[in-house]
T-cell receptor, first 112, second 110 residues
Framework: SQTIHQWPATLVQPVGSPLSLECTVEGTSNPNLYWYRQAAGRGLQLLFYSVGIGQISSEVPQNLSASRPQDRQFILSSKKLLLSDSGFYLC???????????FGPGTRLTVT | GESVGLHLPTLSVQEGDNSIINCAYSNSASDYFIWYKQESGKGPQFIIDIRSNMDKRQGQRVTVLLNKTVKHLSLQIAATQPGDSAVYFCAETDGRALTFGSGTRLQVQP
């Protein structure tokens, strides 16, 4: 069966520090991968998606970047965090674009 | 979209009552719809789905209704329990992209 992992589960970082969040998927090949951000009490905001290694599409301009160095690995990064980067970050995968997405457990990021 | 910045609407129900959560969608080409449940501090989890060739689908204690004429989707939860307290998202797709609704918070009062 397929599983999706995210780490760390929680993170507290000072403003201006770098960020690296990792997501890995097991049990499937060539998945579509997604990064979402969710502010407290809000909906899901799609940040990036990837249909293959090295292929990244950005949905909103921001302080963040994403990379996909391996088929089942998706990384969310920032060189310098802002207070507004605080939130709950969710990784998801799907078999194909436009199909059901399966979410990871999320990473709660607090920028202080 | 703009809805991600808005506070989630809240539905408050008594334990044991039935809950109805509504969702309006805009893409008339959407042919597959999903309801997700997100408990506090966790990722959204699949609850039930429905294809556009159906107008009703039932699961365990949950029923999804689809009205394509008015582009409306609803999730009905029978005999709501405290464990049903969560945020519920609808999602639609026309096969090109999965688009999430803004979500509804369900609070179950004991």
């Amino acid at each position: 069966s397929q599983t999706i992992h995210q780490w760390p589960a929680t993170l507290v970082q000072p403003v201006g520090s770098p960020l690296s969040l990792e997501c890995t998927v097991e049990g499937t090949s060539n998945p579509n991968l997604y990064w979402y951000r969710q502010a407290a009490g809000r909906g899901l905001q799609l940040l990036f998606y990837s249909v293959g290694i090295g292929q990244i599409s950005s949905e909103v301009p921001q302080n963040l970047s994403a990379s996909r160095p391996q088929d089942r690995q998706f990384i969310l990064s920032s060189k310098k965090l802002l207070l507004s980067d605080s939130g709950f970050y969710l990784c998801a995968w799907s078999v194909l674009t436009g199909y059901e997405q399966y979410f990871g457990p999320g990473t709660r990021l607090t920028v202080t | 979209g703009e809805s991600v910045g808005l506070h989630l609407p809240t539905l408050s129900v008594q334990e044991g009552d039935n809950s109805i959560i509504n969702c309006a969608y805009s893409n008339s080409a959407s042919d597959y719809f999903i309801w997700y449940k997100q408990e506090s501090g966790k990722g959204p989890q699949f609850i039930i789905d429905i294809r556009s060739n159906m107008d009703k689908r039932q699961g365990q204690r949950v029923t999804v209704l689809l009205n394509k004429t008015v582009k409306h989707l609803s999730l009905q939860i029978a005999a709501t329990q405290p464990g049903d307290s969560a945020v519920y998202f609808c999602a639609e797709t026309d096969g090109r992209a999965l688009t999430f609704g803004s979500g509804t918070r369900l609070q179950v009062q004991p």
